[in-house]
Nanobody, 115 residues
Framework: QVQLVESGGGLVQAGGSLRLSCARS????????MGWYRQAPGKQRELVAA???????NYADSVKGRFTISRDNAKNTVYLQMNSLIPEDTGVYYC?????????WGPGTQVTVSS
C-alpha cells in the first residue's frame, strides 16, 4: 500500500501562486508515475500534470506555462508550483501515484482562486 498526503492548498487571489506538495509513505515499491488531478464543483476529475520516474512531464493545455510539476525521489515527494492562478483553477487537487499499474490517491487539498 502507498499512502499519499497533499498539502499547500488554500485561498489565493487571481494572479497569485501556490505550491502543492504530496508526500508518499508506506510501500517503497517503485513509483513509475506521479501526478496531480483536480476536480471542480460539478465537473469530472481531470489531469493537471504528471511526471514519470525518468522525469518526463505532461501538462493539461489549460495550465501549460503556468504550472510546473517536479518530484524529489529522495524525499518521496512531488510538487506542483502554480503561478498566475485564475478562478478556473479552483477545485480539489488530488495527488496520484502509479505503482505496478495500480493508481493510489491522496485525500485531496482545496485550492480556491478568487477574482
Amino acid at each position: 500500500q502507498v499512502q499519499l498526503v497533499e498539502s499547500g492548498g488554500g485561498l489565493v487571489q487571481a494572479g497569485g501562486s501556490l505550491r502543492l506538495s504530496c508526500a508518499r509513505s508506506g510501500s517503497m515499491s517503485t513509483i513509475s508515475l506521479m501526478g496531480w488531478y483536480r476536480q471542480a464543483p460539478g465537473k469530472q476529475r481531470e489531469l493537471v500534470a504528471a511526471v514519470t520516474l525518468g522525469g518526463s512531464t505532461n501538462y493539461a493545455d489549460s495550465v501549460k506555462g503556468r504550472f510546473t510539476i517536479s518530484r524529489d525521489n529522495a524525499k518521496n515527494t512531488v510538487y506542483l508550483q502554480m503561478n498566475s492562478l485564475i478562478p478556473e483553477d479552483t477545485g480539489v487537487y488530488y495527488c496520484t501515484a502509479r505503482v505496478v499499474g495500480v493508481y493510489y490517491w491522496g485525500p485531496g487539498t482545496q485550492v480556491t482562486v478568487s477574482s
